[in-house]
Structures are given as C-alpha cells and as structure tokens.
C-alpha cells in the first residue's frame, strides 16, 4: 500500500531508478545537427539540470527544447509535471535514461519554474480620439502595430487606458461622437478602460451608449462605421470591451453607473482592475455633463473595494485610475520631485494594491510611489495621444496568486516610417477621413471680412479677439462658468480664416476651416483667479518674467513674447522696455470698465492646455473651482451661428503697447 502523504513526483523517481536496470542507449545524434555553445546544458529557468544538451529529434530538436520550461506554467506542479511525462515518452523512445530521467525530476522541483508566472500590461491613457496621424501624434494605425508588438512578446497580456480615450478629439473622431476611436479600439482589442472627465462631457446616457452601442439619438453622423463594425442592425456597436467607473454613482439609486472592476484570469490566476475618473470631476465638466451622478474619494473606493475581492480569492489588483501628477526631470521613465493628486491617492491605499496607472495630467513619468504601510507602489502615465505607450511585467507568485514584483517602460511611438501602420486600422482611419469631406465643407456661419493672426504691434491679432469673444460668450452664463474675460493662446491659432477663397462663397465659413483654425480639440476650462494672478498670467507673456515658476521651468522665462488674445471685456497696457514681471500697468488693467482688485477674484475662461500652464502660462494653476466647458470648435460654431448677419474681425483695440 502506498501511503497517501507520498509525493507522486517521488513515486515517478522510484520508477525511473527502477526502470533504468533494463535501458540501452538506442539514439545517436544527428551528424548534420549541431548545438551552440549558449545552449550546451539542458537548463531549465536558470538551473542547471545536469545533462548536456543533445539532438533528439530527426528535426534537430534538442533535449532542452523538448521541456519548453520558458512558456508559461500555470504552477510549479504542472510544470513538473510536464516534465514527468515528457521524459517518460522519451525514455520509452530509447532517448533518455531513467538515471537522466531522474536528474530531469529533480531539476524540475529544484528550478522554482512556475512558481512565477509573467503577465504584461500594456498601458496608455489620454489618447482623446487621435486616431489620424497629424504632428507628433502617430495614429491609431502605428499605434495598434505597437501594441500588436507587446502582445506578441507575452501571450498572457492585458491591454488597458486610464481614461480620456475620446472626447477633446480631433475631426475625424470627434464628427462622428468618437465612434472611430471605439471602433478602432475594438479591432486593436483592448480590455479595460477606466472612464476620465472627458468620457461625461455629454453625460450618463451618452457614455452608456458608448459602452453598449447604438446610434446617436439626434446626430446624423453616427453609426457610419465599416461594416464589420456596425451590429446586425447596421448600428455603432459599442465598445467591446469594459468601461470602469468605480467611484461614480447614480444619485437615485447609489449604484454605480459602470462597473468598477474588471477581471481577468491568467491560467487560473485572477487579477483584478479597478478603474475610476478623478473626484473633482464635476469641477471640470459641464454641470449637463454630471447631471444625477456623485463622485467619490479615490483611494476610498478603491480599500472598500479590496475586501471584496479577497472574499472572491483575488490576490492581484490594478487600480487604473484618471488622476495623476507631473514631474520636475528624469523623461518619461524618470519621476524627480513628484507632484499633484496622485501622490496622496497612492499614500492613502491599501498596500494589496500592486500597481497603478495614472492619467490626466498629460505627463509621462515612471514613479514608485508610498502606499498607506509606506511600502512602494509602481505608479505610471504614458502622456498623450497615443504617443507613448506602457510596458508593464508582472510577475505573480503561482502560490500565493499576488503580485512578486512589477516592471516598467514607457516607449514612444513616432508618427514616422520606423512604426509600420497596421493595415486594418489604417481602413478605419481613411474610411472616415472621406466620410468627413462632406461635413468638413459644412457652412456654420459668416464673416464679414477676413480673420487673420496678423497683429498689432501689442500682439492681437483680429481672429484672436474674436475667438476670445467666442468662448466668453460660450462661458459667461450662471451657471456654465459665470466668466467675465476669456484669454486665448496665440499659438493654437493655426490658420487664418479668408473671407474669399477658391472654391467657397464669400463670407461663408465652414466647419472644415473652423476646425483648421483651431485642431487641438482643448476644452475650454473656467476657472477662478485673484486679480494679482490675473496681472502675472500677463506679465508672464514676455521674456524674462519666471516668477510663480515651478523648479523646472526654463530660467530665462518665455523664449520669445506670446501674447494672449483677449476678450473685449478685458483692456490693459504694458510698457515693452519696463522691467521683467513689471510691464503691465496695474491701473491700467480693467474688466467691463473697472479697474482689476488685486484681492477680488474673477472667472477666467481659458482653453484645457493653458489652464494646466501650457506655454509657460504657470500662474494659471493658482486657478481654483475649476469647470470644464465645451470644445473650443464647438464655442466658435455657436458664436457663428448666433451671428447669422455675420461676425466681424475684431477691432485689435483691447491692448495697448508703450515703448
């Protein structure tokens, strides 16, 4: 009788000892095979098992390849296993010897293969509907090679977004309510996306019919996918894939209105991805956007979470979260001097989190941050666009099912030949580049004369006042802003608009060339500011001006003037020889007439890329309740058409330079 407590692995050992009285050697290597160097040991992992390397195989095939041990193995029994069978076929086929047949055994106990199991994670976040090539964006189509790429590398993978995956998009995305970006994420395969401010800029209903498909309710240019794309019914699909959206609540019933984890199984290893938006979500979307819905504490969701999932056996989390900070220096795999949200959320979780990605601020950086126990924390963001791209390695003990170690890299993605563009997603892209032609040549409205970016020589220009007008007029209203001056970079002006121009009707602008002008897709943000704020967010326009600069601002300030374009409620002057931080005439400075109170605070409307102190604008970070507003595109469509006599240039009169 054999005793049950008897390992079966020593069972196998007594056999093979026994088995090899009676074995004869009856294979010879193949004379026309040879075995490298690198490889004339049989190893399995690292360990040495004791035996050379010999062919095996009439094709060459060796005694170590017949092992496989570099795959992936479920646990270390399963591998040992795997071996177990595999040296008895070959010692029956007159192979092997039961004496080597036990070294084998024993090497596979002592090897620690499968005691670990490798997954990757591929991770990005802010790719806001990019899916045309443009600038230093590369597309969706190189994108997906990317991903295809690290997928190859591991077939145990996940591919995951920490949000802002549409919305602020470019045309082609942005036409036809970002249908293109799901569409292409779908054939790209992508598993989770844990939702950002963005995914609410049109509010619950509409980020339900991204997640389970169906046709815009109103707009004409929905469900214009491929055919392969569109369901039975000839409708958008939906994203094949999760949403998550952990901390976010409907207000009637206090369920959430997505789910807050996602689960994927790696050869019986659970892991668990928690996704969620930022808190302050309200404070940067349009009150229509977040109608019904709360938004909780981030880290407090996730703890409450990790109960839960321990009850279910999950031992491995991933909090996929749209928040995140900025570093001082060290690239895009360094984290010097971290700063913003996410370095408390990360200092208040619960140590059973083993990773983070992080989004939002558009920064790339490659952190371990402290966690609740003090206990570092991988935290990562691979910037924008789908520019960069996150390589992340897992190693999960088989025993355990939690997290042993995690690696990371962030790779950009060049919009350039080095990244062949795949095939299928390129057929996404130029599919609905020609189906915009014809909305792209829609008329929104008139101008009575040319808008240019010509300026005075203060720095305005007259399309700039008018798009400052713009997007006053889009902000100002009690509750959507309550703005009083709205400021626009010079340099997101990007074309003028001509009154005449082959092929169009005089004083006809159509949304093709709105666009052109403005082809960032930013929202615009309203903010709160002091009126010295206000005064330094202008002296920051000339050269030589750093105060209010972070470390690792440039120390000689600007590279050159830029001034912002500014709306008619606003005048000043400023002295081009005054001294640095010093060139604005305080009494000068005036809102709708009246002088500007250093201590009163003011609304200021400003686009999502200054008010995060894009072009060196820093002062604008000292701006508080924060509410996000439409696309800048969406702003001046609205102010064309609300001026169907036609909008004028500009009278470049709200600024004034002195010597």
Same mark, same amino acid.
């Given at each position: ?585 305080? /009494?000068? !400075?005036?809102? %709708?007439?009246?002088? +500007?109170? $250093?201590? *009163?605070?003011? @609304? &200021? #409307? ?31 469509? /609205?102010? !064309?058409?609300? %001026?169907?006599?036609? +909008?004028? $240039?500009? *009278?470049?009169? @709200? &600024? #004034?330079?002195?010597?």
């Amino acid at each position: 009788m054999i005793d049950k407590k008897f390992h079966p692995t020593a069972l196998a050992l007594t056999c093979a000892l026994i088995g090899a009285l009676g074995w004869q050697y009856a294979h010879a290597a193949t004379p026309a095979c040879t075995i490298d160097a690198g490889n004339s040991r049989v190893t399995f992992g690292s360990h040495d098992t004791g035996l050379a390397n010999r062919v095996v195989g009439a094709d060459c095939a060796t005694l170590d390849d017949a092992f496989a041990d570099e795959q992936p193995w479920a646990n270390q029994a399963a591998f040992v296993s795997h071996v177990s069978r595999v040296s008895f076929d070959l010692q029956k086929a007159g192979k092997l010897s039961a004496v080597e047949r036990v070294k084998l055994l024993s090497a596979a106990q002592a090897s620690g293969v499968g005691s670990t199991l490798k997954v990757k994670l591929i991770g990005f976040n802010d790719f806001h509907g990019s899916v045309e090539a443009s600038g230093s964006n590369p597309g969706v189509a190189r994108f997906a090679t990317k991903v295809a790429e690290l997928k190859a590398a591991n077939p145990l993978h996940a591919v995951v977004s920490a949000g802002d995956m549409i919305g602020a998009s470019p045309l082609v995305s942005a036409l036809f309510h970002d249908e293109p970006t799901i569409e292409a994420m779908n054939r790209i395969g992508i598993d989770f996306n844990a939702v950002g401010n963005h995914e609410f800029d049109e509010g619950k209903a509409e980020i339900l019919r991204m997640q389970h498909g169906g046709n815009h309710p109103t707009d004409i240019y929905s469900g214009k996918g491929l055919p392969a794309d569109l369901s039975a019914e000839g409708q958008f699909k939906g994203a094949q894939f999760g949403f998550l959206a952990a901390n976010v609540q409907d207000t009637t019933t206090g369920q959430t209105v997505l789910p807050g984890v996602g689960i994927k199984d790696f050869m019986g290893h659970k892991v668990a991805f928690i996704g969620m938006t930022l808190e302050a979500t309200p404070t940067i979307v349009s009150p229509a956007g977040v109608a019904g819905l709360s938004f909780k504490d981030e880290a407090d969701t996730v703890n409450a979470l990790i109960p839960q999932l321990k009850a279910q056996g999950i031992e491995a989390v991933v909090v996929l979260v749209h928040e995140g900070g900025a570093t001082v220096s060290g690239g895009a795999n360094g984290c010097t001097d971290v700063s913003g949200a996410i370095v408390d959320i990360v200092k208040r979780l619960d140590p059973a989190v083993d990773m983070v990605v992080s989004g939002h601020t558009h920064q790339a950086y490659n952190c371990e941050l402290p966690n609740k126990a003090n206990a570092n924390v991988r935290v990562t963001s691979a910037g924008q666009y789908g520019r960069m791209i996150t390589d992340i390695d897992l190693t999960l003990d088989t025993r355990t099912h939690d997290v042993r170690s995690v690696a990371a890299n962030n790779i950009s993605i060049p919009n350039s030949s080095a990244v062949a563009e795949a095939e299928s997603l390129k057929a996404v892209v130029d599919h609905y580049k020609a189906e915009a032609l014809e909305p792209a040549s829609r008329v929104i409205g008139r101008i009575t004369a040319s808008l240019t970016r010509d300026t005075t020589a203060a720095g305005e220009s007259s399309l700039g006042d008018v798009i400052a007008d713009a997007q006053l007029d889009a902000t100002d209203d009690p509750g959507f802003g309550d703005a009083v001056v709205a400021l626009m970079n010079p340099g997101g002006i990007r074309a003028d608009m001509p009154y005449s121009a082959p092929g169009k009707i005089d004083g006809q602008v159509t949304y093709g060339e709105a666009f052109t002008v403005q082809p960032f897709g930013n929202a615009m943000v309203t903010l709160t500011l002091t009126g010295a704020d206000l005064k330094l967010v202008l002296e920051q326009q000339f050269t030589g001006c750093t105060q209010g600069y972070p470390a690792d601002a440039p120390v000689a300030g600007q590279p050159f003037n830029r001034i912002l374009q500014v709306s008619d409620s606003l005048r000043y002057t400023y002295s081009a020889n005054g001294p640095a931080c010093a060139k604005v005439d305080a /009494a000068s !400075l005036s809102i %709708n007439g009246v002088m +500007v109170d $250093p201590a *009163a605070s003011y @609304r &200021i #409307t400003v686009n999502s890329f200054l008010a995060d102190g894009g072009d060196q604008f820093y002062a604008l970070r000292n701006g508080t309740s924060r509410l996000g507003g439409a696309v800048d595109t969406d702003a001046f469509d /609205a102010y !064309l058409r609300a %001026n169907p006599a036609g +909008v004028a $240039p500009g *009278a470049r009169n @709200r &600024i #004034t330079r002195l010597p």
